[in-house]
């Protein structure tokens, strides 16, 4: 299941899942169901209940961390674009400083105007290149940094779920903000070339340049005339009379010899060069640019194309799950739900039959309640918690070598809709362990992004009841525990709400 999703929509994603993570989870569930009720009614595909969700979460809060994002881009790429004209126009001024007894330095020009800009460029180039075959990785520099912070949770407010995931998580949104400032920074190389070049072209419209060549080295004006044909390679094959390139005759009348001055040299020699320095500009400094920004938005693109958040599925399973119990006021009872229809039976079905019948989720309870919870209450919960009937009811305790045994079982399921469902039964009175939350981690750690862990904490057995609801404190304890497993994100409900 594939969702084009842009960072910003990461970012409004994250920050409502933190909400949730923080909300009586009961309340929603049925805020969820209702939103699934209205995606149902306006016709909205399956693949796009989570973007559904998420628009209509953003159309009953208005300011999100989105739309922050992208005003606060858009600041930014202003600036760096005022700054980059300025800084090239200021530098193309400088270099065309003329007083009429020494001419603009050619050589100088192409030092500090072309060569500088051009060697950017092609490390960038080169950079990509190593990206694209594999050699490297662009990485947030201030993720160690957060990463401290993090285990400082103190510092930072309680809404930052959404920060957490954005700088401690590996994958594609670290890669979506890296893709995002790769292209604000070739935005200001490309305005800076785009300066330099607007003010070699203001000064020569507007004041009377000369332009000339010296050099202390025994280079002659055919060493000279043979870099210029080098460089003037790429545009070479315009017509000559264009004068885009100096001819060896105009190199050789506008060399500058100090002691003799400019007098004696011919002034259609000494404004041959002004051509020949703009395509210099815009061949090496601003073309290369506009190219390196073009493959930056266009990856950015294609990576947002193909992200999937695997939370996306988890809400659309949320939008699909019946309320198990009384019915709510708001919900008619006989509105048509896009649900997969299941026995009761196949709560406990074999192993054998996982490969004709799509798997909609696997449900792990503790050794010592197998036989005691009724399989119809497993499914029912099931159902309640993630909308999909359990294929399999597993005996395992929350450990290591249990939860890897249950996951090479369940290695060649066929999932419905192509995502893996893992429900866990936890007994919330006796406290987490380190073995536990290393077999959270085993069980939640899915390098595709298709897989969702959900833990459902029951209290202690009461009048013969084993799904009981957990008490406030017990809540707390796991819900503290599991958070501490970020970025790895684990949905936590009551086994009774």
């Keep these: 299941m594939k969702h084009g999703m842009r960072l910003g929509d990461f970012l409004d994603l994250e920050w409502f899942l933190e909400q949730d993570r923080l909300a009586d989870p009961a309340a929603t569930l049925q805020r969820d169901r209702r939103l699934g009720l209205e995606a149902q009614a306006a016709s909205v595909p399956a693949q796009g209940f989570g973007m559904f969700w998420l628009d209509r979460r953003r159309a009953d809060v208005g300011a999100t961390p989105a739309s922050a994002l992208a005003s606060g881009l858009n600041v930014l790429r202003i600036v760096l674009a005022v700054a980059g004209l ?31 800009q051009a060697a950017l460029c092609l490390l960038a180039g080169l950079l990509l290149a190593a990206r694209v075959m594999g050699m490297g990785q662009f990485r947030i520099p201030v993720r160690p940094l957060f990463s401290l912070l993090w285990r400082r949770q103190g510092r930072l407010g309680a809404q930052a779920g959404f920060l957490r995931s ?45 332009f000339g060549w010296q050099s202390t080295l025994q280079v002659g004006a055919q060493g000279m005339h043979a870099l210029a044909s080098l460089l003037a390679l790429p545009w070479s094959w315009l017509p000559a009379q264009w004068g885009l390139t100096p001819t060896p005759g105009q190199v050789e009348g506008s060399r500058i010899v100090l002691k003799e001055g400019i007098a004696t040299l011919a002034s259609s020699d000494l404004v041959a060069w002004w051509p020949f320095l703009a395509m210099c500009l815009l061949t090496y400094a601003l073309l290369p640019r506009l190219v390196l920004l073009a493959l930056a938005r266009h990856s950015l693109r294609r990576l947002e194309r193909g992200f999937a958040h695997p939370a996306l599925g988890r809400i659309a399973d949320r939008m699909r799950s019946p309320l198990v119990g009384t019915p709510d006021s708001t919900e008619p009872v006989s509105r048509p739900l896009p649900l997969r229809t299941a026995t ?34 497993l499914a029912a919960t099931a159902l309640r918690v993630g909308g999909e009937r359990p294929v399999r009811v597993v005996a395992a305790a929350l ?81 503290s525990a599991v958070e501490r497993l970020a970025p790895l994100r684990v949905d936590i409900f009551g086994a009774a709400e």
Aim: glycine share 14%; charged share 20%; net charge negative.
């Design 166 to 210: 954005l700088f401690l998580a590996q994958g594609w949104p670290a890669r979506m903000l890296a893709w995002e400032c790769l292209g604000l920074l070739h935005l200001g190389g490309l305005c800076l070339a785009a300066g330099s070049l607007a003010g070699l072209l203001v000064g020569v419209t507007v004041t009377d340049l000369a």
């Design 399 to 479: 450990e290591s070598g249990d939860v890897g045994r249950v996951l090479g079982e369940c290695a060649g399921l066929e999932w419905t809709g192509g995502r893996e469902r893992y429900i866990v039964l936890v007994e919330a009175w006796q406290p987490p362990i380190r073995e536990n939350l290393q077999a959270l981690e085993t069980l939640g750690r899915d390098e595709t992004g298709g897989r969702s862990l959900t833990l459902v904490l029951c209290g202690r057995p009461s009048h013969g009841r084993w799904l009981t609801a957990p008490s406030a404190v017990d809540r707390e304890v796991w819900s």
């Design 86 to 116: 300025a800084a090239g126009a200021s530098l193309a001024r400088g270099l065309l400083a003329y007083s009429g007894a020494e001419p603009v330095n050619v050589s100088v020009f192409l030092l500090l105007a072309v060569f500088p």
């Design 344 to 377: 009761a039976g196949e709560a406990a079905s074999p192993a054998g039959r996982a490969g004709t019948d799509e798997a909609g989720c696997v449900f792990l309870l503790p050794p010592e309640l197998e036989g005691r919870v009724a399989g119809e209450d």
